[in-house]
């Protein structure tokens, strides 16, 4: 052949750094404590519980996330936009009775998921679920991240909301929402300097609250103060992200975020129940490059690539509960199995994911999107999350490529890097509407203030633009 444009295919053993970075929805994704028997159960087993030292429950070792909870078939209007995005209520109805029939009794919810309407179907579903109150343990949250919501009165409304939607007169456990974004001048602001911790205070004086205690992200300058100061505030509980590939390469994932190690390790000293957040990184953690796939199932051919990253959080003995949110029943199915009962990792096990499969997992250059969907709505109607998942699943697919127009190609190559090419663009067409993709991002940053994970967001977008342009030039 003549020269021409080399291709090089971003994929299995490629540490490339062509748009670093960039990710889709996608449908198809020894116990501690007592345990209670089953015969339901997809495994033959019974879930594992631990018991909550500070308030005794016993608790689910699996939690059920109800961040991402099942939407209806979108459809577009008369005029060919989409119509709004509305949950699939018959279908959470249906997998929480299913949960709590096979033994989770912990929902962690809260007032931002699921475009707000999260609380609500929660409510309808553990209601319609027919089991009494006192079976299931309700989690939900503060969630007051915009400075229009930073008043004392704002933050009681939202608190007496949350329990309005969730039909209930208390909750088992509340957590001021995402500490650490924004430092400590956010945390004095939001929750100390307004009372309204306070307030929150009393309540669990009251019965209100039973447990108190608050999820983190960001600056540990704030994590540090919140435990510094436990003999006054009396943290029942507090929520961390942890999975094998942050418990030491945080930072190799998320410049802004502070090690799982040290988290973990400073709530157990102080003998602080523990509650695991993003165990599988957003799905990246099963999403992953087909030849890290390969390595798991060699040591264990029956097991999902899930039950990996879920073993390894629930082996940790302060946790109380290990988070997911399942979106589909095969999910839950497939959790349900890995904790009925947990069947705990060896001590070689462990250190073998957090060096050797955590090491290969960030050689990848995937965005940290953990697809929280904390950024949306986007004012100007993007799809962020489905951008840079799309993104990422085509790096693991190995459908990212960069072209040199000096170097020579054979006809082999030449044939990989259409294909390569087609899957990435039609697939993006497919998991994002036109009128919603990167190109039309304006660079407003809006959405950088509420991404937990630090990502820059336009800068993401400006450079996943830039090469869907360059796969349609170079065809």
Request: hydrophobic share 30%; charged share 25%; net charge negative.
């Amino acid at each position: 052949m003549e020269r021409r444009e080399f291709i090089k295919i971003l994929g299995t053993g490629a540490a490339t750094a062509a748009l670093a970075g960039c990710g889709l929805k996608d449908p198809s994704q020894s116990s501690q404590g007592k345990e209670a028997s089953d015969a339901n159960h997809p495994s033959g087993g019974a879930m594992t519980y631990r018991d909550n030292p500070t308030s005794g429950d016993h608790v689910s070792l699996l939690g059920y996330g109800m961040m991402r909870l099942p939407d209806k078939p979108q459809k577009t209007t008369s005029g060919g936009t989409p119509a709004p995005e509305e949950i699939d209520q018959a279908e959470v109805n249906r997998l929480v009775k299913y949960a709590l029939d096979h033994g989770v009794n912990y929902f962690d919810t809260s007032p931002a998921y699921c475009r707000g309407e999260s609380e609500r179907s929660t409510g309808e579903a553990l209601v319609a679920s027919g089991y009494p109150r006192d079976k299931y343990y309700i989690a939900t949250k503060l969630s007051n991240f915009s400075p229009e919501q930073w008043s004392f009165k704002e933050g009681v409304k939202m608190f007496e909301n949350s329990l309005q939607y969730l039909q209930t007169d208390y909750l088992d456990y509340l957590l001021l929402h995402g500490v650490g974004m924004g430092g400590m001048e956010a945390l004095n602001s939001r929750y100390i300097e307004n009372g309204l911790l306070d307030y929150l205070l009393q309540k669990r004086e009251e019965g209100v609250i039973r447990n108190l205690g608050f999820s983190y992200h960001g600056d540990v300058e704030v994590f540090d103060y919140l435990l510094e100061n436990q003999d006054k505030y009396k943290w029942d509980f507090v929520q961390i992200q942890m999975n094998y590939v942050d418990w030491h390469l945080a930072d190799e994932t998320n410049s802004r975020n502070t090690d799982a190690e040290y988290l973990y390790g400073e709530l157990d000293k102080r003998g602080i129940p523990v509650v695991i957040m993003e165990p599988l990184l957003g799905g990246r953690l099963v999403k992953m490059p087909n030849h890290i796939v390969a390595t798991l199932k060699q040591k264990r051919p029956d097991d999902s690539v899930a039950s990996w990253a879920f073993r390894y959080s629930g082996s940790k003995p302060r946790v109380l509960t290990v988070l997911s949110g399942m979106t589909y029943m095969e999910h839950l199915q497939d959790n349900v199995r890995t904790f009925s009962p947990l069947d705990p990792l060896t001590e070689e096990e462990q250190t073998w994911l957090e060096t050797e499969v955590a090491n290969l997992y960030v050689s990848y250059p995937t965005i940290p999107c953990n697809n929280c969907n904390y950024c949306m709505p986007c004012p100007y109607g993007l799809d962020i999350p489905a951008i840079l998942l799309h993104y990422n699943k085509c790096v693991n697919e190995g459908n990212v490529v960069e072209i040199d127009d000096e170097e020579e190609v054979t006809d082999d190559d030449l044939k990989k890097y259409r294909k390569a090419r087609r899957a990435f663009l039609i697939g993006y067409d497919r998991s994002v509407p036109r009128l919603r993709q990167a190109s039309h991002c304006i660079g407003c940053g809006r959405c950088v203030e509420h991404c937990p994970q630090r990502i820059n967001i336009p800068r993401e977008l400006q450079r996943i633009d830039n090469f869907v342009e360059e796969l349609k030039r170079k065809a």
